[in-house]
T-cell receptor, first 114, second 114 residues
Framework: DAGVTQSPTHLIKTRGQQVTLRCSPK?????VSWYQQALGQGPQFIFQ???????QRGNFPDRFSGHQFPNYSSELNVNALLLGDSALYLC?????????????FGPGTRLTVT | AQSVTQLGSHVSVSEGALVLLRCNYS??????LFWYVQYPNQGLQLLLK??????LVKGINGFEAEFKKSETSFHLTKPSAHMSDAAEYFC????????????FGAGTRLFVKA
C-alpha cells in the first residue's frame, strides 16, 4: 500500500520564479492538504482540496495556488517566489467521511529560494 | 480560533528517564488532538490521537497522552526514554466543523542523553 508521495525531493529556485510541487495521496484517500514548514517551526496550513476544489485556505497570499486532479493527486504552485518561501512543503492526505481527522503525511519537498 | 501551545522548545532527558512533553490547546468546540513525531529530513508520523473517546490515549512506540478538558491540556508521556526517541514532536488540534484543517504547535525537540 503506497503512502503519500511527493516530488521533487529538493529544488532550488531564484526569487521571482515560479514553482510547482506535486503530491500523490495514499491509496483510497480523496482529500489533499498542503502545509508549509519553515525551519524550526511547526507546519502551517496552506489549503485543502477535495473533489477538485479548494475547500479551506489558511492565511497565505494568492501567490499560492493549487489544483487537484480526477485521480486525487494534487499540485501546489507558488508564483513570484520570495526568500521567505524557503521551507519544507508537506502534503497530507485523508478520507472524507472518515471521522477521525487522521492525515497521512508525505516526506515533503524542500524548497530553497536564493 | 484554535491554537496550540507547546511548553518548551527543547527538552533533554537521560535514557531510561520519563519523557514529558507539554501541550495546551485552545478551541471553541470539542477538539480532536494529535501528537506527531518528525525525524530529521522526514515528514510527520502520527503517534496518537484523541477523538472524544477515552481520555487516556495510547500510541505507538510506548507513548501515551491524557486529555484534560479542565486544564485544556494534552501532554505526551513515555515512561522510559530510548535513544531512538530523539526527534521533533508536534502537538496539533483539529475541529469537528468539517475538513481536516489542522493547527500545529511550534514543536518540541527531544534530546536523549546516554
Amino acid at each position: 500500500d503506497a503512502g503519500v508521495t511527493q516530488s521533487p525531493t529538493h529544488l532550488i529556485k531564484t526569487r521571482g520564479q515560479q514553482v510547482t510541487l506535486r503530491c500523490s495521496p495514499k491509496s483510497g484517500h480523496d482529500t489533499v492538504s498542503w502545509y508549509q514548514q519553515a525551519l524550526g517551526q511547526g507546519p502551517q496550513f496552506i489549503f485543502q482540496y477535495y473533489e477538485e476544489e479548494e475547500r479551506q485556505r489558511g492565511n497565505f497570499p494568492d501567490r499560492f495556488s493549487g489544483h487537484q486532479f480526477p485521480n486525487y493527486s494534487s499540485e501546489l504552485n507558488v508564483n513570484a517566489l520570495l526568500l521567505g518561501d524557503s521551507a519544507l512543503y508537506l502534503c497530507a492526505s485523508s478520507l472524507v467521511g472518515h471521522d477521525n481527522r487522521e492525515q497521512y503525511f508525505g516526506p515533503g519537498t524542500r524548497l530553497t529560494v536564493t | 480560533a484554535q491554537s496550540v501551545t507547546q511548553l518548551g522548545s527543547h527538552v533533554s532527558v537521560s535514557e531510561g528517564a520519563l519523557v514529558l512533553l507539554r501541550c495546551n490547546y485552545s478551541s471553541s468546540v470539542p477538539p480532536y488532538l494529535f501528537w506527531y513525531v518528525q525525524y530529521p529530513n522526514q515528514g510527520l508520523q502520527l503517534l496518537l490521537k484523541y477523538t472524544s473517546a477515552a481520555t487516556l490515549v495510547k500510541g505507538i512506540n510506548g507513548f501515551e497522552a491524557e486529555f484534560k478538558k479542565s486544564e485544556t491540556s494534552f501532554h505526551l508521556t513515555k515512561p522510559s526514554a530510548h535513544m531512538s526517541d530523539a526527534a521533533e514532536y508536534f502537538c496539533a488540534v483539529s475541529d469537528h466543523t468539517g475538513g481536516f484543517k489542522t493547527i500545529f504547535g511550534a514543536g518540541t525537540r527531544l534530546f536523549v542523553k546516554a
